[in-house]
Every structure is written in C-alpha cells, then in structure tokens.
C-alpha cells in the first residue's frame, strides 16, 4: 500500500484566516468553508502528490465527465472538538470503506488509506479552530471524488480528482419532520446504485421531494420501486421505526445505503437492551401500528442530522401524527451518539478517532 | 417567452482558430472541441446574457452541487453539411424539449427555447468551418446544464450553467457490436430518472459494462429490473428486433429514454412499408427466436451511432451470433436517416433544421 507522511503532502497555508467573518451561532448548513481544501489527481493510471491549498475555486474543462455521466461519489463525516479542545471523528475508517465501495460501483478508482487519513488529519489540525466546542457544534467534512477527463465518450474517465472540503455545521434538521411515504416516485432499483453514495443518487430526488415539500412534508421515506409496498430509506437518512419497545429498520441491500449512523443506532439500542429487528418494514404493517397506537416514533439516521424525530407521515391521502414520548428512543440514542461523538463518554466499541 | 436577436448573445471571437491542428482522419469521438463554447448562468432566478467566447476551461467552486448531486442533464445532436456548404440538424426542437424535461425532472429551471435555438444556431454559424462534409462525417453538439450553486445540502440549487460545446466526429462505433443482456445489473427503476438524459444514469452503467467488456461484450442490453425478463434499452441506445420480417422495439416509459433517433426509425421503417411493433420485448422469445433462425438482426439506435448493428449477443451463458444479411434494415434505414441527415433526399417528415 502507498505510504506517506504529513511532509510529502504539498501545503499552501492561506495567507489570512476567514474564520472571524463568520456567525457560528447562524450558520447555515454547507454554505461556509473553512480556510483549507485537499486535493489530490489520479492521472496516468496512479494517484499523484496529494495537496492542501487555500480553499478556492477549481479550473476544469467543460468536457469533463462528471458534468455529463454523473462519475462522482462522495462522504459525510463529521469532526468534534471536547472540552480540552481535542478534535474527534467517529468511525472514520467506516466512510474510507464506504467510499471506495462507492467508487468501485461507479468505475472510479479506488484512493489510498494512507492519502485519506493523512490528508484528512493534516487538514483538521490546519482548521482545527473552526471545529468548536459544545454539543450542537461540529464540523461537517466532505470527501468527494469526480471524473475530470475533458472527454464526453460515454465510458469511465481515465483522470478524476479526489477532494476534501470542510464546513462548520449546527445540527442539520432543527423541527421534528414531517414525512411523505412515497407511492409513486423511486430512488434507487434492483441492481442499481442506491447502496452507494453517488451523486445521481441525490439529484433524482429533488423532483419528487419538491412535490412532497409543496404538500407540507420535508422529506420523502422511499419504498421499493417495484411494489412500493416496503419502506427502505429517505435518501440522506436511514429509517428506525418503533413498535411498541422494538426499533425496526430495514435490511441493507444495494438499494440502500449502509449508513454509519444507522448501524452505530442498532448497536446503541442493544447496548441499552432495547429490542431491534433488521427486516423488512411493510407500509402496511406502520399504517396499522399507527392507528392502533403502537407507533410510537419514527426516526432518520444520518450523518448530517445523527438522529431526526419525525412527528407525523402520510400515505395514500392518509396522515398520522405521532405522539410525543417522554421515554423516547431516538432521543435516548442521539445522546448516546453525541456523547460518543464529544468524548463525554465511555467508547467501548473504539468508534471514536483522535485527529 | 423571453426574446433575443443575434446581437443579444454577448460574443468574444477566438483570436486564432485551432482547426488546422486537428486531423480530422483520425479524431477520437469527444476528445476534441471547436473554437467556441456557449454559456449561460441561471441566478436569481432568471437565466442570465446568454454568452459565446473561445472554448476553455471553466472556474468552479468545490461545492458546487453537480460535484456533489449529480444534478445536471444533457443532450446530444448532431450538425451536418451537405454538398453546397449549407450546415444542417436533426429534428433538433426534439432534443430542445428533452433536456427541459430531463431539467423538470432534476429539478432544474426550464431553459428558453429563444435561447437554445440563438445560441446553437449562432455558435455553429461561428465554428460551421468544424462540420465536414460527407455521409459519416457530423459535428456532435452536446447541450448540457448542471447546478453551480456552491452550497453542499442536498436539495436542488439556486444557480446552475447552461452550455453548448461541440465536437467534430466520426462513425460512433466502427465494428459490429457484441452486447451481453443484464441479469443483475439494472440501469433504472419504475418512478425513477431512467427517461432522462440525467448525468448519473450513465456513471451508473460504466461498472457492469466494463464486466461485459472483459467478458467480450462492448455494451449490455438493459432489462427491467423487477424480472430482469424484458429488454429495454442499451444505455446510450434504444434496441430494435427484426423477427423475420417485423422490427419490435419496447415502448418508452419512466425507465426508457425516448430517442430521437428511436422514433425516426420507428417512422422510416414505416416509410418503406415494414411492419413496427412497440411492445414489450421478452429475453425468451428473442432467444428462442435466435435458436430457430427467425431472429434476423439486433441493432441500437441513438444520435451518437445513429443504427448499430450488433453481431451477437450472450444471456444466461448462451451465446446467439446474428446472421450476415443482404437486405439489412439497419443499413437501410440508417442510409435513409443519414441521406435525410445530409440533405441527400426528400424530407417529407420535415425533420431536417438549415443552421
């Protein structure tokens, strides 16, 4: 495996911070960049001399692949700063692994686990500042990897280039959401793409969840695309539903993505013997649990919100609102994962990562 | 509707044309580019001074979506020249409305006709010298808009560019086609983005085609991805059947694109009095069809190809190989289109468009 060290990544420091210019108590969420990005070129068959410069925009040509055939995949992670000012990332290697996984699906190759975590931690120790301190507070981190080679064939690209940006985060969702369970529309098929955090991916969702937004709901929980009959996920999150004191989601499969938040969520519950059942979800069998009563959350899973509450769903011009807990799970859990996240508690499964 | 003239589109000249590097022998479909490119930003929602200048490299933000979302769509058409210098395209208010309703379904802002149409017809009156003429020779247009708004949550962006670049090419595919027909993999699902020329479902595909390739197979016939039973289309064509003497190709839907070049042959075929069918196309029959000779030819049509002829195909490990023919349909009625193409012949569909 290719070795490197922090001195064989070719730094350009910004010449002036931008941090003071920006409202940490309003930002909004991917809109602010800190002062530095990675980057590094596969050219010729090889990854090349990975870099940190300024954060700034990128030349590329017109004809590059990603504008015309969608060849990128990308990473959420986040970073945490605890009270001694130490910078932490939880389960990194899980999105290293995931996004070689992506890439591989999409032809693009694979990066190097040297480059990914050598880059990632020179990155964070240059911009540590802007991961600040207090539950609530994180810096969002996105790697990303797209098809550069200025030619419009329809094949894999022979160039791409691997990046790193970072963007100082407050949570993700502030209100409890409301859901839309779609009957119509699909995100991802049967020996297709889902499984991976491809940009298509996202931007065939838009549509339909702009449908969903003019009705009142804020996201769309997808079903299979060939019956719409079971639930599967909601495109940014995984989904948790609980019955009764058992917390149900859907199996992983290459419809869906393996989401770190989603696993982390399912040993969590364990930890705190709650009962977890990974199968199938039927709309109906959630339908029926609503209107008997033994619905009592539903919640995303995700990097970007860790948990989100969801207060109320509709299906097939039926709409159930879900009743407020004080014993609820997700809540329980997110503050499990948080604690994890700000070194504020025990890790037993060693998910945290100093920088 | 939003009107311009001419004089409307801001225009910076080359200073030197490259034509005369360029072999035009021996050019490498998508790899070279004319003297000029047109663009076009979508802010504050509205399209902005349309704009022609030397085509060159573009200044991007990292976080623009279409990195992250792979929220872009695109088209492809075709310029020619006949023998008296006159430049001519195809059926091109066909692609116009195509990538607005590829846009609508990624949620992007609708382009103006006035604009598509002025700044094509401008930019190739600028780089005509790039069409040679000659059956076989074409200039290949790629229309493109992809969302430029340099924020990373996922939801469809505020700014996007348009583009038009263009490409001097030769026949797509020189050789006969050997294709593999998908048993696992799928390219698009019920309720999904497969009609659209949308970016991702093209990354999607680079995967299991390069399976196929090492298996021998230069491209994969898609089939539904519920049953993986029925034949649908080739990712960069739609397929068509000759069964003795009748052409069956599968109707569009939500998973099928609605070729230009797929209806032209459905209508030529017409012309000369040969049976069409548009029904859904078994893997079953069509292999039962090669085993007892009546399945005459297989062949793709799309703008880039325009009629492929395709040698043999594999599915389930049985390998069929297609007769050699003297009365093609695929040769005579890619003749026809190409005749039609070149003003060579009568255009009683009106499908040809003077630049």
Same mark, same amino acid.
């Given at each position: ?7 064989e990544?070719d ?32 050219v010729?068959g ?64 694979e990066?190097p ?20 301190k ?11 990897v ?9 094949? =894999?690209?022979?160039?791409y ?12 969702y ?15 098929a ?19 969840t ?26 940014t999150?995984?989904?948790f ?9 859907? =199996? ?13 969520v ?23 649990a ?7 959350e539903?919640?995303g ?25 004080d ?14 996240q ?14």
């Amino acid at each position: 495996m290719t070795k490197i060290s922090t001195n064989e990544i070719d730094i350009v420091k910004s010449e002036k911070s931008r941090i003071n210019d920006v409202d940490f108590d309003n930002l909004v969420f991917g809109r602010t960049f800190t002062d530095h990005m990675f980057y590094c070129d596969y050219v010729d068959g090889e990854w090349q001399q990975p870099k940190i410069v300024p954060y700034q925009p990128i030349t590329i040509e017109p004809s590059a692949r990603v504008f015309h055939y969608g060849q990128a995949v990308f990473e959420g992670m986040k970073g945490y700063k605890d009270d001694n000012g130490d910078a932490w990332l939880f389960r990194p290697n899980d999105n290293f692994e995931r996004i070689n996984k992506s890439a591989a699906r999409l032809a693009i190759p694979e990066f190097p686990k040297e480059y990914f975590f050598e880059g990632l931690t020179t990155l964070l120790n240059m911009d540590k500042a802007w991961i600040k301190k207090g539950k609530g507070n994180s810096l969002y981190i996105r790697p990303f990897v797209f098809a550069t080679e200025p030619a419009i064939s329809a094949s =894999p690209a022979n160039n791409y280039r691997f990046m790193i940006i970072c963007s100082p985060a407050k949570a993700y969702y502030t209100a409890k959401l409301r859901v839309l369970f779609a009957e119509k529309y699909s995100r991802s098929a049967n020996g297709g793409v889902g499984f991976a955090k491809a940009a298509g991916n996202y931007a065939a969702q838009f549509y339909p969840t702009n449908l969903a937004n003019k009705k009142g709901y804020q996201q769309i929980i997808w079903t299979d695309a060939n019956t719409h009959e079971y639930l599967e996920e909601a495109g940014t999150m995984n989904i948790f539903f609980r019955v009764n004191d058992t917390l149900i989601t859907a =199996p992983t499969s290459d419809r869906i993505l393996d989401g770190i938040t989603r696993k982390s969520v399912i040993q969590v519950a364990e930890d705190h013997n709650l009962k977890v059942e990974v199968r199938p979800v039927s709309v109906k069998e959630i339908k029926e649990a609503a209107a008997n009563g033994s619905l009592k959350e539903i919640f995303g899973a995700g990097t970007a919100a860790v948990i989100s509450p969801i207060a109320a769903f509709e299906h097939g011009g039926d709409v159930f609102e879900l009743p407020e807990l004080d014993n609820s799970y997700a809540l329980q859990i997110k503050d499990h994962i948080l604690n994890i996240q700000h070194n504020l508690s025990e890790d037993k499964h060693g998910w945290r990562f100093k920088v």
